[in-house]
């Protein structure tokens, strides 16, 4: 087994090995080239989807793994790895990204602690359980997410936050828009976790009987693109509470416009009236003339708030 991902030595042809694991980097093109004049392998080119080549089965994977520190925000936790992984059942080829991922490195040492010689089917089988592993970190972090989100969905459910300002329609779309990019982030998730399976299936078609490792990665995969879908659900829900909330809260402002036409509209109608000029307006010769007039306004005004008072209409 072989690592070039740590050095940009330049290989001889004929020192390439024919069994193992190879693992190159995408920007080595020395490397690369050297493989396309020994394997007639053009590792150079995007790979959309699984195809057999030159005796090669090329498989793409596109993953959205953890970064190394953590962060409240989903879209500066995660990064996009894609690795083109081509195999025969003497060779495991994996072309790399250049900054390095953890889970190909834990999958390189126990393969190097292993007492016997590991076969490529058997290299295979342990990067694809390392990787799903780091996608299992990858739904754990989203769940982190949610959770934070899902509170501050709870506090735009009940209207204040702790400082007493009214929580608006701008906050309820901040909240919005990162759970817009959470479902982003799970539905690459389980586009990767596809992949992953995808190449699981594809051990199996290489030959060899199906034994207990084979089963356990293949039904581990499957577990965690449940347990996406379970978070994907999640969002859904959030996302619901939210609209929901929003619109309990357009709803409400109508209603405190609907509140105050009806309190103002009686003393304007009087205002109207006494503001028309008629040659006879016996209430001026009054001398509580005014205040009749005041009374009846307060009057015509408190009656229909204390209707919509009693009817509830103001909680």
Known sequence: MQDNTESSVQLETNQLP???????RASDQIMLGNIHRQYGLRLDQPVKHAVEEQGFVLLPLDLPLPDREPDAQAAASFSSAEILIAFTPELLIS???????DALRRAQNLL?????????????ILVLEELNDAMQETVARISQVLTNLADQAVDS????????????????????????GAEELIARTVQGQLMLERAAR???RGGGEVD??????LSDIEGGRRHARFQHAKVRNIQQSLMTTLDLKQNQIIKVFTVVTAVFTPPTLIAAYYGQNFANMPELALGWGEWFVMATTALFALVPLAYIKRKGWLR
């Open 112 to 124: 190097a602690r292993s007492s016997a010689a590991p076969t490529s089917r058997d290299a295979l």
């Open 157 to 180: 459910s009940g209207g204040f936050k702790m400082e007493g300002r009214q929580v608006g329609v701008a906050d309820i779309a901040q909240t919005a828009v990162l759970l817009g």
């Open 212 to 217: 207990f490792d084979y089963s356990t990665t």
């Open 202 to 204: 594809w051990v199996r």
């Open 95 to 101: 072309v790399e990204p250049d900054h390095p991922i």
């Open 18 to 24: 024919r069994q193992g694991w190879l693992r190159v």
